[in-house]
């Protein structure tokens, strides 16, 4: 461990420092990074029968619009994993200096989240890295499919993380998000980014966020499923022996619904602590506190329940708490439960549900209800991919498209020393993006709302990441106002009938 610390403190040192063109230097510092992060470097066997798949200087294609085609170079590829963008700005801002044209503002150097910014020249040659990238994606053979990954490296200074994991190359996104996708040097110092670059390098498609969501849904949905069939079959039981009876359908029918209302309750407080809209493990903590007295719970969690759904001081967690509306907590009934159904609830809890899918709710919601029900009401869940394919043809490729058109206008208004202008064009498309409405009048299980928000987020997260750039302050201050967002804000997109 040591020893790489030293090797990761001798490349930074030493590329902090460089200030060597972009060409000269750039194939250097890429093969000296692959020994940090201890991967092979290009050239390295990917596919036999092909040297071209792991390569500098890979040679694409383009069809011009006069005719013939125009032969780029990909400054670093590696076939099903990336294409990487070297620049170095380094030099070219010594040069605007030495000839007056560049003020101390626009040089790069400022921190903002987790990586160094630049200023408005900076993060124009960076932005052009990035469509450059995808440029060289989309003229790829078609055998050689779409990279899951576009890296735009400043050389000695900033690595830049876009990813679409559908594999289409139509959303490159920042990744993993907004505050995220810039990695500076001195944070290779840290073994999760150097692990996280790893991986890019050699098992991409295992950072998909979706993949790890589904496994960790999955893994949630068959213990509560398992807690809601315990459930059921305890309490119908119970009205069995208390009229002698087989329970009728429509007793099995309350029953059903209302197990699956308590773990909705549930659930809903488990994702509340973990995103830190309760104390962390304050939820988790009443359910460990209640071992070798599971028969008590339901009177604590009857007290946290009623203060959720009021706001307030709670007793039960001991702690000031939000309103949540919605009326989910309205009726505040919880089941009271055995200690195996206790230490289920407990296992439950114990899951970082910020990795679960919010269209686990949709599946308890299934489970109420009988087969008829379900086609009555639409109430069917659609696994995500089918989900996510619809949604992107419908409504995100054809933003997307106007979203390249206002961003290269943008770019040309700047260039041209209309920035006020330039801004004025993206504040635009940003309220016209808050103003789309997205409706599913068959909504069931909620899965295609909640898919249409995450990717109209994604891409908002775009246009707000330009208007930072072009130093857009006002629009900031009314972002509570104009957000994408559910239909209780103003000036937001409705999602749901």
């Known amino acids: 461990m040591a020893e790489t610390d030293s090797k990761v403190d001798a490349f930074i040192d030493k590329w ?48 011009r619009i006069e005719g013939g085609h125009s032969t780029n170079f990909i400054d670093l590829y590696k076939r099903g994993c990336f294409i990487l963008e070297a620049k170095q700005s380094r030099k070219r801002i010594e040069r605007f200096q030495q000839l007056g044209l560049l003020k101390d503002t626009d040089a790069p150097g400022a921190r903002v989240g987790a990586g160094p910014r630049g200023g408005t020249r900076w993060d124009a ?4 890295a990035r469509e450059q990238a995808e440029n060289y ?21 900033v690595f830049e993380l876009y990813a679409d994991f559908s594999l289409q190359g139509k959303h490159y996104a920042q ?59 305890r309490l119908l039981k119970d009205i069995e022996k208390r009229s002698q009876n087989e329970p009728k359908p429509a007793e099995r029918r309350a029953i059903a619904e209302k197990v699956a209302m308590f773990l909705m309750r549930c659930i809903f407080t488990m994702f509340a602590e973990d995103v830190k809209l309760l104390d ?55 089941i009271p439960v055995t200690e195996d159904e206790r230490r289920l609830l407990e296992i439950a809890a114990r899951r970082d549900w910020r990795d679960v899918e919010p269209a ?5 919601l299934e489970q109420a209800l009988d087969e008829a029900e379900r086609h009555q009401l639409g109430a069917h869940y659609t696994p995500r991919a089918y989900v996510e ?16 058109n206002v961003r290269l206008a943008a770019t040309q208004l700047r260039e041209a020393g209309q920035e006020e202008e330039a801004r004025a064009q993206v504040r635009a498309f940003h309220m016209s993006l808050c103003e789309i409405k997205v409706l599913d009048p068959a909504c069931g299980t909620g899965n295609f709302l909640y898919v249409a928000l995450e990717l109209l987020k994604r891409l908002e997260g775009e246009v707000l990441e330009m208007l930072s750039d072009l130093g857009e302050t006002q629009h900031f201050l009314e972002l509570d106002r104009h957000r994408i967002g559910p239909p209780h804000r103003r000036s937001a997109p409705v999602f749901g009938a």
Not at 360 to 364: C, D, E, K, S
Request: hydrophobic share 40%; charged share 30%; with cysteine.
């Open 360 to 364: 686990i709710f949709g599946t308890l």
């Open 175 to 233: 990744f993993p998000d907004r505050q995220n996708y810039r990695i500076a040097l001195e944070d290779l110092r840290d073994p999760d980014i150097r692990a996280r670059l790893r991986l890019v390098w050699t098992d991409p498609l295992s950072l998909n966020p979706a993949r790890r969501t589904a496994e960790v849904t999955r893994e949630i949905a068959e213990l509560l499923a398992k807690l809601s069939k315990h459930l059921e079959s």
């Open 125 to 128: 040659m960076m932005r052009s």
């Open 389 to 404: 394919r619809l949604v992107s043809t419908t409504i995100i490729d054809p933003l997307s498209d106007d979203w390249r």
């Open 16 to 63: 902090a420092q460089s200030s060597a063109g972009e060409r000269s230097y750039a194939q250097t510092f890429l093969i000296e990074l692959c020994e940090i992060l201890d991967v092979p470097g290009p050239g390295s066997s990917v596919d036999d029968d092909d040297p071209n798949a792991y390569i500098f200087e890979r040679t694409v294609k383009a069809k």
């Open 280 to 334: 962390s493990d304050s939820f988790t903590k009443i359910l460990s506190d209640y071992e070798g007295k599971a028969d008590k719970l339901h009177i604590k969690l009857q007290d946290l329940w009623r203060m959720m759904d009021k706001g307030g001081w709670s007793a039960a967690v001991d702690q000031d708490i939000r309103r949540f509306n919605g009326k989910l907590f309205k009726n505040a009934d919880a």
């Open 137 to 157: 994606a989309k003229n790829l053979p078609p055998s050689e499919g779409w990279p899951p990954f576009l890296i735009v490296v400043d050389i000695g200074h």
